[in-house]
């Protein structure tokens, strides 16, 4: 039998390697060989606490959604792919039916089958099937990685979207991980600026300065008020489009502290279910507070720029292989599949910030080679 190895999370800190058998496509998929997949803060906590949010570990589940491949073999009806291409793989399959779907907002379809998310399986294993329309062709110049790194992209430039960000849009981006740090990347991309950046580690802050943060506010141990007061005393022209990319409690209440009459908050990170918020700021200075659940189509046409794609995956795309977005730097640590539990220790440290596994490959060695200049986390 053909090598199908897979990474599979039993429980809470049981991940195990093992054998599969090598699916085949049907109607409108591609069985693909898996090159690269990003380890995303979803995968650390299914495997640290066994849960994340609402979504419970109650059965085998492989890991892994951030994910790129090579396409092997394709299934009937499939048009635009064939054996050879290499793709990005967006995660999240919807029924295509609802009201949901044929409006664009797929992301909220009731059915939606996504990657890694119990009872769904993921990417991390050597061979996978997809449909095929959720697959994107990556062109010569986007590397695997890069490809893998499309989908917290993805989360990005929608995030941006429901935030209203264009040309001089005053931003402030509220936490600088992963998510935090790509969506600074977007921003920039999008003509945004000024842009500050709040998070806890002066390291990661440090690192968010290299990729062009105008500003950056290091908020531990300082209350919401005091960081909003800092805020202001840099960003004279408050910000009009909050990115809270952190689920803190504090951090939702400093963006809305700190956000100009009238801005926008987004709230893409996940923390406490329930969290305390001064609403009658939020009346008396008009702001918005939209929810972010991974990415969809933007259908607003008198906003979407002219560089942008409707759909956030083809956008996120675009963003890289015009060079627009470069996501190399972020990519700090490789590993092997059979590194899988070493990977995810590094993810969970804090001192990583996106740990990549190289799905095909089984010398340590080769799967270090070619990562850019380490960042200083």
């Known amino acids: 039998m053909e090598d199908n190895l897979t990474a599979v999370l039993y429980a809470a800190q049981d991940l195990r390697l093992e054998q599969r058998s090598i699916p085949q496509p049907g109607h409108g998929e591609v069985l693909v060989r898996v090159a690269s997949v990003g380890i995303c803060g979803s995968d650390v906590h299914y495997w640290w606490r066994g849960r994340t949010a609402r979504f419970v570990v109650e059965a085998p589940l492989v890991l892994g959604h951030e994910s790129s491949a090579t396409v092997i073999t394709c299934g009937p009806g499939v048009r635009d792919l064939k054996p050879g ?13 609802c009201d949901h779907c044929r409006g664009g907002r797929y992301n909220v379809c009731p059915e939606v089958k996504f990657c890694a998310t119990p009872p769904v399986d993921g990417t991390l294993t050597r ?6 329309d959720f697959c994107f062709k990556l062109p010569d ?8 790194m499309l989908e917290p992209l993805a989360v990005a430039v929608y995030s ?3 935030a209203e960000v264009g040309l001089g849009t005053p931003v402030l981006v509220l936490g600088a991980g992963p998510i935090g740090l790509v ?35 290091n908020v531990s141990g300082r209350s919401p008020k005091e960081v909003a007061d800092a805020i202001q005393v840099l960003m004279p022209r408050r910000p009009a489009a909050l990115i809270e990319c952190s689920g803190a409690d504090s951090s939702y209440v400093t963006g809305l502290l700190a956000g100009a009459p009238g801005g926008i908050m987004v709230t893409v ?13 939020v009346t008396a200075k008009e702001m918005e507070i939209r929810g972010i659940f991974r990415y969809a189509n933007w259908t607003d046409e008198n906003f979407l720029p002219s560089w ?51 799905v095909q490959q089984d010398d340590p060695a080769d799967a270090s080679q070619d990562l850019p200049v380490p960042a200083p986390v």
């Open 269 to 281: 990170g996940r923390g406490n279910p329930d969290v305390t918020l001064p609403m009658n700021l």
């Open 127 to 132: 061979y996978y099937v997809h449909p095929a």
């Open 160 to 162: 941006c979207r429901r």
């Open 85 to 97: 291409d290499r793709v990005a793989i967006e995660p999240g399959v919807p029924c295509r039916r």
């Open 183 to 217: 969506a600074l990347l977007t921003a920039k991309a999008m003509g945004a600026g000024p842009i500050c950046v709040t998070d806890i580690n002066e390291s990661r802050l440090q690192f968010a300065k290299t990729l062009g943060a105008n500003h950056t506010i």
């Open 141 to 148: 110049t986007v590397s695997d990685e890069e490809g893998a």
């Open 308 to 358: 942008a794609y409707a759909s956030s995956y083809p956008a996120a795309l675009a963003l890289v292989a015009s060079g627009r977005v470069d996501v190399r730097p972020l990519i700090t640590d490789c590993f092997t599949l059979r590194q899988v539990e070493e990977a995810f220790h590094a993810a969970r440290n804090g001192v990583a910030i996106k740990v990549m596994i190289r």
